[in-house]
């Protein structure tokens, strides 16, 4: 009796290869139709985390977790023996880990640097002597855009082992001013005037208000630290603007800001050394 189309429709859908590679084709394009969602929904549920790495890291996190189940999905429908696969995968690991020491120690203080978040991305920071603008905190290093705008590269180790300064973790900065004035100058009178040039430079700030510290007798002029504070993004407006008025304001006042003088004893006995004056 011959065997009819619908015999043979029947006999390949009867195929176990045929089968294994329906349900895995079906396991595919529930995966992806799932990673789609998934992304979109974390897409939208993540707009209210203020900081962005972290946000960044759960989505990418996320999907990567749920690959990993889809692969071992797949893989199961395919016939694996998942635990070949994982021994094979603890060794290879253990290999790894070895020879890569340095990279899995930056990814454990990226950890660190999460958990502790003594900064975050688009904040300014000091590293040694470096001091930029943060681009982005990776796995494996963090990226600043210096004010020059070049590019530097820092592993997570380095700054987890290093003194970190963030310029821009609080909403106001001081200012310190060194600055010196002859001693004939009356310290009183010096003090008011700076306070006045303080209180009439519009980015220095009332509350706190200015500080004026008395530092000592230096070796040709009176020493004298003058602080000020200003709203984080006008620190750079305020340190030039309030030196310049600073300025003017002294020469117009009459008070001296000196420059370093030497004076040359030689013992009370021993006649002044003769200075000639030479006109030209």
């Known amino acids: 009796m011959p065997v009819t189309w619908w015999e043979n429709l029947l006999q390949i859908f009867n195929n ?7 349900r895995v084709l079906v396991v595919v394009g529930l995966g992806l139709i799932l990673l789609r969602v ?6 939208r549920g993540l707009k209210n985390i203020p900081n962005p790495h972290q946000a960044m890291l759960i989505r990418t996190g996320s999907l990567y977790l749920l690959t990993t189940i889809i692969a071992i999905w797949v893989l199961q429908e395919l016939g694996f023996n998942l635990s070949l696969l994982l021994g094979t995968a603890g ?3 253990v290999a790894l880990g070895f020879a890569s020491q340095t990279s899995m120690s930056n990814v454990i203080s990226g950890f660190f640097l999460i958990g502790e978040k003594p900064f975050a991305v688009g904040d300014s920071i000091k590293v040694g002597t470096t001091t930029g603008i943060v681009m982005s905190i990776d796995a494996l290093s963090v990226k600043l855009r210096t004010f020059d705008n070049t590019y530097v590269r820092i592993p997570n180790e380095l700054i987890i082992k290093s003194e970190v300064t963030t310029l821009t973790k609080f909403p106001i900065r001081r200012i310190d001013l060194r600055i010196s004035v002859a001693y004939k100058e009356d310290i009183n009178r010096v003090r008011q005037v700076l306070f006045d040039v303080a209180d009439k430079n519009p980015l220095s700030l009332e509350e706190p208000g200015p500080l004026f ?3 000592g ?5 009176l020493e004298i630290q003058f602080s000020v504070w200003a709203q984080r993004e006008e620190y750079l407006n305020l340190m030039n603007s309030i030196q310049l008025e600073i300025k003017a304001t002294f020469d117009e006042a009459g008070i001296e ?3 370093p003088h030497r004076t040359l004893y030689t013992g009370s006995i021993t006649e002044p050394f ?7």
Request: glycine share 8%; hydrophobic share 50%.
């Open 257 to 259: 800001i000196p420059f």
């Open 274 to 280: 003769p200075v000639q004056v030479v006109s030209r």
């Open 91 to 93: 060794i290879l690991t």
């Open 16 to 22: 176990q290869h045929m089968l294994t590679g329906l």
């Open 217 to 221: 007798f230096g070796d040709s002029a």
């Open 38 to 43: 998934l992304n979109r929904g974390l897409a």
């Open 213 to 215: 510290i008395f530092r």
